[in-house]
Each structure stands twice: as C-alpha cells, then as structure tokens.
C-alpha cells in the first residue's frame, strides 16, 4: 500500500494564496504522473493540475494561470502553489499518483482549502 502524506490546506481569503504539499514513499521509483484533485460540498472530485515525470503540466481550465503545480521526482513530492483564490476554489484537495508499477492510482487522504469571501 502507496501512503500519500498531504499537507498545507486550511482558510484562508478570497485573493490569497496558500501552498499545498505532498509526499509519496521514497521507495517507490515509478511514479509516472503526480498531481492534486478537489472535490466541493455535493460535487464530483474533478482535476486540478498534473504533472508527469518528465515535467509536462496540466491544468483545468479554471485553475490556469492562479495555481502552479510543481514537482521533485528525486523526492517524490508533489506541490500547488495557489493563488488568487476564489470561493469557488474551496474543497477537498486530494493528491493522486499514478505508479508504473502495479500500474495503479493512489489517493491521499485529503486537505481542506476554505477560501472565504
């Protein structure tokens, strides 16, 4: 079993900014694809940005251009710088990473990012 570690959710103002974190085992060496989910009161968990080993980011489009995503295969941490935030913006925030082998997705256990207005 794949624990990943999240960390750096919590309130914050519309047009803030805050920083989440994650960190999967060290042990592991393939990891393809890292990259953070969301998920609102009464919502689906849907995407927010990705990013695979070779550094090719994604984004969904209400995201792009106010968070970045980052990553540090050597460690096998996983960030998201976010920026201006929105109320919209609040939620569950899961970190996902899909390891080559089993070839399979692994979850965080979620952090909180209420942005109040």
């Known amino acids: 079993q794949v624990r990943l570690v999240e960390s750096g959710g919590g309130l914050v103002q519309a047009g803030g900014s805050l920083r989440l974190s994650c960190a999967a085992p060290?042990?592991?060496?393939?990891?393809?694809?890292m990259g953070w989910y969301r998920q609102a009161p009464g919502n689906q968990r849907e995407l927010v940005a990705t990013i695979t080993v070779g550094g090719i980011t994604n984004y969904a489009d209400s995201v792009k251009g106010r968070f970045t995503i980052s990553r540090d295969s050597a460690k096998n941490t996983v960030s998201l710088e976010m920026g201006s935030l929105k109320s919209v913006d609040t939620g569950v925030y899961y970190c996902n990473a899909f390891v080559d082998i089993p070839g399979r997705n692994y979850w965080g256990q979620g952090t909180q990012v209420t942005v109040s207005s």
């Open positions: 060290r042990s592991i060496f393939s990891i393809s694809v």
